[in-house]
């Protein structure tokens, strides 16, 4: 069983698009993020929701939308895609107390 | 801002050689830091953590030394194996920040 699962693994798109990538995690915890890993592997944080509660959102554009509908699941929504979204994302989550994450495998996603 | 940094990008071992992944932390608040593995392809794993209150800590094949007083982390892995070879990231994180920060990045790569 996996335990942080990411949808799609692939994704391509056209520039102006609206595209979603899905997480759920089955391990309980209680904290998710969504992390960017640019093209130099630099990996950033994006969000962070807390038992479905948004408890850090870093400088993102808000063409980019967190939705959690419940804490075993983070779903990031992106607007009008642009070329500079290019880049590897990827979910974690982490358990109360415990403060390194379990990562998903990534969503690289390609705008074109 | 707060960054962690690895002095370099590129590592290329023998095997059966010892490696030494460097790392530089800037925020004195940082008091967990963590190491992670990254294969082509998957999300960053888990290899091993230290607390603030620890300058050393062994785990299978690999030992994490802290400096506080330099801010300074290193990862070495004994009897370096072709298994081996990924990019290693460092990360911080403090009880205030809630957050895990991470550097840059370093790819090994292990020569048979």
């Known amino acids: 069983d996996t335990a942080v699962s990411q949808t799609p693994k692939y994704l391509v798109t056209q520039m102006g698009n609206d595209k979603s990538i899905k997480c759920e995690q089955n391990l309980g915890h209680d904290t998710m993020y969504w992390y960017k890993q640019d093209s130099k592997k630099f990996l950033k944080i994006m969000f962070s929701y807390n038992n479905k509660e948004l408890i850090i959102n870093e400088t993102v554009p808000n063409r980019f939308s967190p939705k959690s509908p419940d804490k075993a699941h983070l779903n990031l929504h992106i607007n009008s895609l642009e070329l500079g979204d290019s880049a590897v994302y990827f979910c974690?989550?982490?358990?109360?107390?415990?403060?390194?994450?379990?990562f998903g495998s990534g969503t690289r996603l390609t705008v074109v | 801002g707060e960054s962690v940094g690895l002095h370099l990008p590129t590592l290329s071992v023998q095997e059966g050689d010892n490696s030494i992944i460097n790392c530089a932390y800037s925020n004195s608040a940082s008091d967990y830091f963590i190491w992670y593995k990254q294969e082509s392809g998957k999300g960053p794993q888990f290899i091993i953590d230290i607390r603030s209150n620890m300058d050393k800590r062994q785990g299978q094949r690999v030992t994490v030394l802290l400096n506080k007083t330099v801010k300074h982390l290193s990862l070495q892995i004994a009897a370096t194996q072709p298994g081996d070879s990924a990019v290693y990231f460092c990360a911080e994180n403090n009880r205030g920040g809630g957050k895990l920060i991470f550097g840059q990045g370093t790819e090994l790569s292990v020569k048979p």
């Open positions: 974690a989550s982490s358990q109360p107390g415990h403060r390194g994450y379990t």
